[in-house]
């Protein structure tokens, strides 16, 4: 079974093709990753999947059912979640709070008994803080849950917007340059949140320039290059692939390319 | 006819000056981003002091002279003083600092100035020209001159000299201005500046025709202000455009509908605009980034 | 309950506000501070519904007064045209002016930033023009007398009588926006205001959500402006206008944007400064701005969290 399938998604800004004809199908289970040079469109793909842009053209499909035209919101309700490069944290709350607010989708008071305080909001505010605990554990943030979020490192930021994702119990994560700015433990950290993710079922679909993690963690790898697929393929493919490389770094650069990618 | 033809003539002079606040507003709001709630006040300034340095017997070109150097400098301290201090502030905090100014600059002409209705007289007399069976005030005439006078000075300024080109430059891309020796701080000094002078005279050239008094500002601030938004944010084109019209919508109102709703018809257009159109009649709309 | 439990009990600030409420008119030397307490009170409701609206969902509102004023002349009309009593006019005008909030709302609130701004600042002036214009139900500009307040045979008159309606009903409003910040809602307001586009992908409405509390935020506004029409026994469209729209957002950002406590010092503040400087009655105005401005921009975060930050440098 396909989790997301998106046929010919096109989005133009200002006569720009940020995404030109992109087709991706994912399977369910799979870590499905997006790589290419800066400026590839690899986020805008991100932005087109999660609602986020309107394609001019193609339509995405969400475990068999069509969502294009859909809002955030609305794909959050129906499984999809994602992380953003560069960074979206609720900044004056405390960490677990902000994962607290990936619960949303599963919280079920109304606005009347939220303004009356009737019994049922403190059970589900502990409903809620148990299942926040359990994804800032799985995050590896386990114990910083009354720091401003705000005072977290960048790495730990990466993995606080991890934990909120998850807290959203999501059948599909975008993960967008979740070890960017990472050092190597703390990428190593990374792949193992991801490996952990997937074993729980978790579809992750992922965009990251650390070519070596991607390499190892990947089941499918999608190449992109100014806005157009370039291949698709498993790591051992792509890798060897020399379009993708000469794409990657241009007819100088890849020698240094084929070092990074073994 | 002759009735359209009076409603036309009124709409376009109030529309002027609509035209002009709008102009002020987009020269600030491409400088720094910062839409000034105090630019209203700008107007009162020009025309109140204007009427009080008059009275103390000094000649009216003078006076008006001397109200236009004085708002320029009151420009310039708000810049400096009140918003340089609170650099990179959300856009609720700036809006409230524009907000605070205008209301102390109000407070302020009421104590310096008094709280009555004052006019001017006019630049060419006040027999009505007779055009077309609509009485015509000349007054209108050096509003709609002066006006033109305005856009086209300004028009030639931003298009043929340097200082033009950095404004341009600095509202396109504030961090790349700097990087190739803008200096930018100035050039937000120099539109609040300029936006200042062009408030005082348009307050010099109405108060013959409209009366002013220390609360005048608000209301043609925000009028300004629809004019701007109509013609779409950040488009001098559009202000001079957006503010005609809306002199003219307004003109249109208070002749065939009802004259106490006149101002209104500003605020619905403001909203409408805000819902329908929101980048306005010549603006681009803008992409958000995440 | 020991004591360690009472003080950390959610509803403490809503415990410490109501016992000042009933502490302080011991040390009221005469009639006039009562009217001071109940005006103080007042204000403040109207100020934590757009504390909610502003500090917590961070969506400004430039016309807020216009919710006061539908408040106002709800209770000024209604029983002078229906023979209605009071305080169903009072609960009328708040279901009118949260069905308005909702009107208005619905499109509005999609815009950010400046263009919000704007767009309250044209609804509330709206208000005020229709309550100016509409003189056969209004009085026009010099504005009307209101009824006083009859709850079944008593009268209710004097500002003793005042000050306990509205600071009871101020501690009420208090304790429900407390609630109100401690509940999924509550939390998917605060989201909205740091990272719109976070909340939307985590499956927050976030229009839904705005519209929510720009409703809540309206009816403390409605029921605010009853009260002070009836209190003071007349009203004028001044009472919507712009000027008292910037008050209420001058008094959310002088005690802190965001702090439900702080909107009582706010409203305290500016409603009490000008008692104390009646003498410089014509300098109201300028000294308002000033105060804007200068809390703008020296003490951006208001008096309350500036002082519970230095509290909070103190214990380390």
């Given at each position: 079974m396909m989790v997301l399938e998106a046929n010919g998604l096109s989005i133009s800004f200002g006569g720009v093709r940020a995404i030109d004809d992109v087709s991706i199908a994912i399977a369910s289970g799979q870590v499905f990753s997006i790589i290419g040079p800066n400026g590839s469109g690899k986020t805008t793909l991100f932005n087109l999947v999660s609602g986020i842009y309107l394609p001019n053209d193609g339509n995405i499909r969400l475990a068999g059912e069509t969502v294009t035209g859909l809002a955030p919101e609305q794909l959050a309700r129906r499984g999809l979640s994602r992380t953003f490069q560069n960074l979206q944290i609720f900044s004056r709350m405390t960490v677990l709070e902000n994962v607290m607010v990936g619960r949303h989708r599963h919280e079920r008071t109304g606005i009347m008994a939220d303004l009356l305080h009737w019994p049922s909001v403190p059970r589900q505010n502990r409903a809620t803080r148990d299942a926040a605990r359990a994804a800032l554990a799985r995050a590896g943030l386990a114990g910083e849950d009354d720091r401003p979020a705000g005072s977290l490192a960048y790495g730990a930021l990466k993995r606080l917007e991890i934990a909120r994702a998850l807290a959203s119990e999501p059948k599909l994560l975008l993960l967008d340059e979740p070890a960017a700015g990472c050092n190597p433990v703390e990428t190593q950290d990374i792949d193992r949140i991801i490996r952990a993710i997937v074993k729980d079922g978790i579809t992750v679909v992922l965009v990251e320039h650390d070519m070596r993690l991607v390499m190892n963690i990947s089941d499918r790898i999608h190449v992109l290059a100014s806005g157009r697929t370039l291949t698709e393929g498993t790591p051992d493919q792509v890798r060897s692939d020399p379009a993708v490389i000469q794409a990657y770094l241009g007819v100088h650069g890849s020698q240094e390319a084929v070092r990074a990618f073994d | 006819m002759a009735e359209l033809l009076q409603f036309v003539s009124s709409g376009l002079t109030v529309g002027a000056i609509y035209a002009l606040v709008g102009l002020g507003f987009t020269l600030i709001y491409k400088a720094s981003d910062i839409i000034n709630f105090a630019q209203g006040e700008f107007v009162m300034l020009g025309g109140m002091m204007t009427v009080f340095v008059a009275m103390a017997d000094v000649p009216l070109p003078v006076a008006a002279l001397i109200a236009a150097i004085v708002t320029a400098g009151v420009g310039l301290a708000l810049h400096r003083f009140a918003i340089e201090p609170a650099r990179g502030a959300?856009?609720?905090?700036?809006?409230?600092?524009?907000?605070?100014?205008?209301?102390?600059?109000?407070?302020?002409?009421?104590?310096?100035?008094?709280?009555?209705?004052?006019?001017?007289?006019?630049?060419?007399?006040?027999?009505?020209?007779?055009f077309g069976g609509a009485a015509i005030l000349p007054q209108s005439l050096a509003v709609l001159g002066g006006a033109a006078f305005i856009v086209i000075l300004l028009w030639l300024f931003i298009e043929r000299t340097l200082l033009g080109k950095a404004v341009i430059a600095t509202s396109a891309n504030r961090l790349a201005a700097r990087l190739i020796g803008i200096d930018t701080r100035q050039i937000v000094d120099f539109s609040f500046v300029v936006s200042a002078v062009i408030g005082a005279i348009a307050g010099i050239l109405i108060t013959p025709i409209a009366l002013t008094s220390y609360d005048v500002g608000t209301l043609l601030a925000l009028k300004g202000f629809a004019a701007a938004m109509l013609g779409g944010i950040g488009s001098a084109p559009g202000a001079v455009v957006g503010g005609l019209l809306l002199g003219m919508i307004e003109a249109m109102t208070a002749g065939y509908l009802s004259s106490n709703y006149k101002d209104a018809v500003a605020f619905l257009i403001i909203l409408i605009v805000l819902i329908a159109i929101p980048q306005g009649l010549f603006g681009r709309a803008k992409i958000e980034r995440v | 309950m020991s004591l360690r439990a009472l003080l950390d009990?959610?509803?403490?600030?809503?415990?410490?506000?109501?016992?000042?409420?009933?502490?302080?008119?011991?040390?009221?030397?005469?009639?006039?501070?009562?009217?001071?307490?109940?005006?103080?009170?007042?204000?403040?409701?109207?100020?934590?519904?757009?504390?909610?609206?502003?500090?917590?969902?961070?969506?400004?509102?430039?016309?807020?007064?216009?919710?006061?004023?539908?408040?106002?002349?709800?209770?000024?009309?209604?029983?002078?045209?229906?023979?209605?009593?009071?305080?169903?006019?009072?609960?009328?005008?708040?279901?009118?002016?949260?069905?308005?909030?909702?009107?208005?709302?619905?499109?509005?609130?999609?815009?950010?930033?400046?263009?919000?701004?704007?767009?309250?600042?044209?609804?509330?002036?709206?208000?005020?023009?229709?309550?100016?214009?509409?003189?056969?139900?209004?009085?026009?500009?010099?504005?009307?007398?209101?009824?006083?307040?009859?709850?079944?045979?008593?009268?209710?008159?004097?500002?003793?009588?005042?000050?306990?309606?509205?600071?009871?009903?101020?501690?009420?409003?208090?304790?429900?926006?407390?609630?109100?910040?401690?509940?999924?809602?509550?939390?998917?307001?605060?989201?909205?205001?740091?990272?719109?586009?976070?909340?939307?992908?985590?499956?927050?409405?976030?229009?839904?959500?705005?519209?929510?509390v720009f409703v809540i935020s309206a009816t403390y506004a409605s029921v605010a402006g009853s009260y002070l029409a009836l209190f003071n026994g007349h009203i004028t469209p001044d009472s919507a206008g712009f000027l008292r729209s910037i008050e209420l957002v001058a008094m959310v950002v002088l005690g802190g944007m965001g702090s439900i406590v702080g909107s009582l010092v706010g409203a305290a503040v500016l409603v009490v400064l000008p008692q104390v400087l009646t003498t410089f009655h014509e300098y109201e105005q300028a000294l308002l701005g000033l105060i804007v401005m200068g809390f703008m921009i020296f003490l951006r975060q208001g008096i309350v969290p500036s002082i519970a930050a230095v509290f909070a440098r103190w214990r380390k």
């Open positions: - | 959300s856009p609720v905090v700036l809006i409230m600092i524009t907000i605070g100014a205008s209301i102390f600059l109000r407070g302020i002409a009421q104590i310096v100035f008094d709280k009555r209705f004052h006019s001017l007289p006019p630049l060419f007399g006040s027999d009505p020209i007779q | 009990n959610r509803l403490m600030p809503a415990i410490a506000i109501a016992a000042i409420v009933i502490i302080l008119p011991l040390f009221f030397p005469s009639a006039y501070y009562y009217r001071i307490g109940a005006l103080v009170f007042i204000f403040a409701l109207a100020v934590v519904g757009l504390n909610l609206l502003m500090g917590f969902a961070g969506q400004v509102s430039l016309g807020h007064a216009g919710f006061m004023g539908i408040g106002a002349y709800s209770v000024a009309i209604g029983p002078v045209a229906f023979g209605a009593p009071s305080w169903l006019c009072l609960f009328a005008g708040a279901i009118l002016s949260g069905t308005v909030a909702f009107a208005v709302g619905r499109p509005i609130l999609r815009l950010k930033g400046h263009y919000l701004a704007v767009a309250t600042l044209g609804f509330g002036l709206l208000v005020a023009i229709v309550l100016t214009n509409e003189a056969g139900w209004t009085g026009g500009p010099d504005g009307m007398s209101v009824p006083k307040l009859a709850l079944f045979e008593w009268r209710v008159r004097g500002s003793d009588a005042w000050y306990w309606i509205a600071g009871t009903t101020f501690v009420v409003g208090f304790v429900l926006a407390l609630n109100l910040m401690d509940s999924p809602t509550g939390r998917a307001l605060h989201a909205i205001h740091d990272s719109e586009i976070a909340a939307r992908v985590l499956g927050i409405d976030v229009a839904r959500k705005k519209l929510t």
